[in-house]
């Protein structure tokens, strides 16, 4: 059994040779002084208890490490990463570690988070459907967004414009996901502190923006979604700065996220209501 990290004390070379050889070397290294650094109360605190705040459903590019992005330390978020940032019914991951942390950790916020320059993304409008991958069939619930939301697409004035519009439109699809899911329509029945944001961050310079939420419960869905004009597009025509590449302003900002939130809620409305036309 290996010994506590304070009773390690082998000196590991970072030679290029060594790294080479044994690149978990250089990782080990990093752990130990990172290990170090923290000391014995921090771990200790992190063996008594798990008790997140917030459950991120977010990419799995390495560039976007939920921690880091959100200043928070280990054990203050729980975290399921996939290609896309999806949150498919269908992806029995996904929904697992969403019901272990609405059901057992009793997160009080969950994140969909998606990003700019997203690889999934840009596959969902450059790969050919026919392609042989288990990346396209991932994909295809991107793809499908991106079917519904045609006119608007073709409507941007670049192919980066489109890459950035999508990347929002499949953010606001998977949140719709994760408010009709099974458990999160249960916590809400119950009474559940549970509240639903869709956000989106920037590799540019670092800034997470908010695009869906808070959604809390579907107890005012109703009234909300008479507010909302009729349109038969996935999420409505609304094109955000971000896409027409200015900049945005604190009113900028409410607006748009306002509309989305009401785009989501009344999805949501209609996917609930749909039994009481039967």
């Known amino acids: ?55 991120w459903i977010g990419c799995a590019d390495s560039r976007v490490p939920a921690n880091v992005i959100l200043g928070l330390d280990p054990g203050e978020v729980f975290v399921q990463r996939n290609v896309g940032n999806q949150a498919c019914h269908t992806d029995l991951n996904c929904m697992s570690c969403l019901e272990y942390a609405v059901k057992e950790l009793k997160v009080r916020c969950i994140l969909v988070c998606g990003h700019y320059g997203c690889g999934a993304v840009k596959a969902a409008l450059k790969m050919p459907s026919k392609t042989h991958s288990f990346v396209n069939h991932w994909i295809s619930d991107i ?38 899911s099974p458990v999160v329509q249960d916590a809400w029945d119950k009474g559940q502190d549970l509240v639903v944001y869709g956000v989106v961050y920037s590799l540019k310079n670092g ?68 039994v009481n036309h039967l």
């Open 207 to 274: 800034f997470v923006q908010k695009l869906v939420g808070p959604i809390r419960n579907d107890a005012d869905v109703p009234a909300e979604s008479s507010m909302l004009t009729n349109d038969d597009s996935d999420f409505g025509m609304f094109t955000s700065s971000f896409c027409k590449g200015t900049p945005m302003t604190s009113s900028d900002q409410v607006d748009f996220s306002e509309k989305y939130t009401m785009d989501v809620v009344k999805k949501v409305f209609e996917h609930n209501d749909w």
């Open 143 to 180: 793809r499908e967004c991106r079917n519904q939301n045609r006119e608007e697409m073709l409507s941007l004035p670049s192919q980066e414009a489109q890459y950035d519009r999508l990347c929002e439109l499949n953010v606001m699809r998977q949140t719709f996901n994760v408010c009709t």
């Open 1 to 55: 059994m290996p010994a506590p990290y304070e009773e390690q004390s082998e000196e590991l070379s970072e030679s290029p040779t060594s790294i080479r050889l044994d690149p978990m070397r250089k990782l080990l290294k990093n752990n130990r002084s990172w290990a170090k650094s923290k000391g014995p109360d921090f771990f200790n605190s992190l063996v008594s208890q798990q008790n997140p705040q917030y459950f």
